[in-house]
């Protein structure tokens, strides 16, 4: 999770520094997010691309220039841990599969994986997709209730003072730890493994949230109560717009977090997710697809991140550049 | 010189109507608390503003000045005391009383036209038509020649343009009162020429009441109808109040040799640097 934030600069706040009346509210043990926020605002001039239309000749020279730099290093690399892999797990007696033995075992799941042959005999593609269904209600959910509540703690130091000890202990709790309960609570394993996104994603969602009401300059309170703006139009026209850079780091930490969540959970609840499939792989000795289903989970989890990154982008263009 | 009197005459006899004055700060006192420590930034201050009168407020930095135009703003609660405008109560904000903040304060998600539009259309939604707001939108950002970058963000336009794009906002608001805090002092000194030249002018077609909080001696002769001058802090209050009878329209070019500019000129630099010194070189002497 901290190593998920601090990679790169997800998005230019407005606000450089957290002033100190926010580290109340972040406290020691929310590092990812705020790592996330103090990291350096871009300079949005420097990223605009100046307004010549690059030559044709340019254009080539820079997408092979783009290939030479962006596609070929991690091919390499990604071929010479192959062949290291390849040559560790070559003997018979090896623990684990070699890359050739996986090819040869699971090639169906990597060529193909939309097949439908039986009810527990389904592409990878599928499974991946039963998984992103559920990612998909618990992370909604989980972003607009963290919104929400992060809103109100943001904005009102009853709220905070109430609701974020209880936030700060919760947070903490290991997303495994609240299937049971919810398990018991909804008495069926779809609702539950939900619930597991839900709880686990909505606190990254919350803190940055908060952190970034706070963080709004009284200048724009102040535009803000001398044109009477009303509660629902503060909201949309100054707070949304103001808190989004951060509400959407929030929201990239949250869909990484949901992730990790649904495979554990589904480990344990069963279905047809991608979680149970490596699970079931693992009690059949299938190891093979395991790693197969491994990539798979690798690769969406990083679309889904870049996904909401992009978003984001998108979405807080005019706010980043304060 | 020194006069607290109403001078222009042909104002308040518009203004005698209702018995009272356009703008009255009625013994204000306003002291900041702050846990068990409490400061008294400003005490017993007491001022009457006529209608269309443009009003400089000059001082020495951390005097009070910001706090008295956010006590007029609304923005901050006076301690005691009252300030009325048109013999009612301000104690909250509002678009009668806009204010051009010393940093513009733009909102950066809009574009310079958006910024200036949410302004109209919050005060004017029942009053004009949604093409009427258009034009009234465009016409604000004509008067600060600004229609040009209407679609801009203001992190794609220069200092001085985001500080002309916040005075046409206020001044679409219709405000009864236009306050200005330092609406020129993060600027340099050509196109804050320009931009007086451009309040001057506005304040020429309009007539609108304006209260400009300055550091600057020249611009505040040049503007302005009265100077008012703030003791320094603690306790600060209006120490003396110093009328320009300059003709309008006013030429800054010709106002070099005029008497009455120097003259008002050096009244505010002695009262400045001579009597009322800036408290930390008061100290070092
Ligand atoms: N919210 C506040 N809480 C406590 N003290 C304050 C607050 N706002 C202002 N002050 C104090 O009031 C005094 C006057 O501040 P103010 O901003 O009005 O000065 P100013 O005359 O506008 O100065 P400058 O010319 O530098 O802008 C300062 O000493 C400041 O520390
Ligand atoms: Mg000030």
Known sequence: ????????????????????????????????PVATIETRPTNPSAAKPIATRPARAGWAARSLEWIGTAVVPPV???LALLLVWELACASPKSSLPAPTKIWAESQDLILNPFFVAGPQDLGLGWRVLTSLQRVAVGFGLAAVVGIGLGCLVGQSQWAMRGLDPIFQVLRTVPPLAWLPI?????????????????????????????????????????????????????????????????????????????????????????GVGIGFFIWDAWNSSKLSDIVVALVYIGLVGFVLDRLVAYVGKLATRGTAAA | ?????????????????????????????????????STNVLSDVNLTIERGEYVAVIGHSGCGKSTMLNLIAGLTPVTSGAVLLEGLEVNEPGPERAVVFQNHSLLPWLTCYENVKLAVDKVFSGLKSKAERHDWVLHNLDLVNMVHAKDRRPSEISGG???????????????????????????????????????MDIHGRLRNTVI?????????????????????????????????????PRKR?????????????????????ARHKAPQVEAAE
Do not use: C
Request: charged letters at 20%.
């Open chain 1, 1 to 32: 999770m901290q190593q998920l934030a601090v990679r790169e600069p997800l998005i230019a706040t407005p606000a450089g520094a957290l002033p100190a009346s926010v580290s109340a509210l972040v406290g020691a043990a929310a590092v990812a």
């Open chain 1, 76 to 78: 390499l690399v990604v």
């Open chain 1, 182 to 270: 919810s398990l018991a609570a909804f008495r069926d394993a779809n609702p539950s493994a939900i619930f597991v996104i839900f709880i686990t994603a909505i606190w990254p969602v919350i803190i940055n949230t908060a952190v970034g009401i706070r963080n709004i300059p009284q200048d724009y309170r102040n535009v803000a109560q001398v044109l009477r703006l009303n509660q629902l139009e503060f909201f949309w026209r100054i707070m949304v717009p103001a808190a989004a850079p951060y509400m959407f780091t929030g929201l990239r930490i949250g869909i990484g977090l949901s992730w990790l969540a649904i495979v554990a959970a589904e480990m344990l609840t069963g």
């Open chain 2, 1 to 37: 010189m020194i006069a607290r009197l109403d001078h222009a005459t042909h104002t308040t006899a518009r203004m005698q109507v209702a018995g009272q004055p356009f703008l009255k700060l009625d013994r204000v006192d306003k002291t900041f608390a702050r846990g068990s420590t």
């Open chain 2, 161 to 199: 343009m985001k500080q002309r794009i916040g005075i046409a906002r206020a001044l679409a608001m219709e405000p009864k009162v236009l306050l200005l805090d330092e609406p020129f002092g993060a600027l340099d000194a050509l196109t804050r020429a320009q931009l007086q030249d451009s309040v």
């Open chain 2, 212 to 248: 400009m909080i300055t550091h600057d001696v020249d611009e505040a002769v040049l503007l302005s109808d009265r100077i008012v001058m703030m003791t320094n802090g603690p306790s600060a209050t209006i120490g003396e109040v110093l009328d320009i009878r300059l003709p309008r």
């Open chain 2, 253 to 273: 070019l010709d106002l070099v040799e005029d008497k009455e500019y120097v003259h008002g000129r050096a009244a505010v630099l002695e009262f400045l640097y």
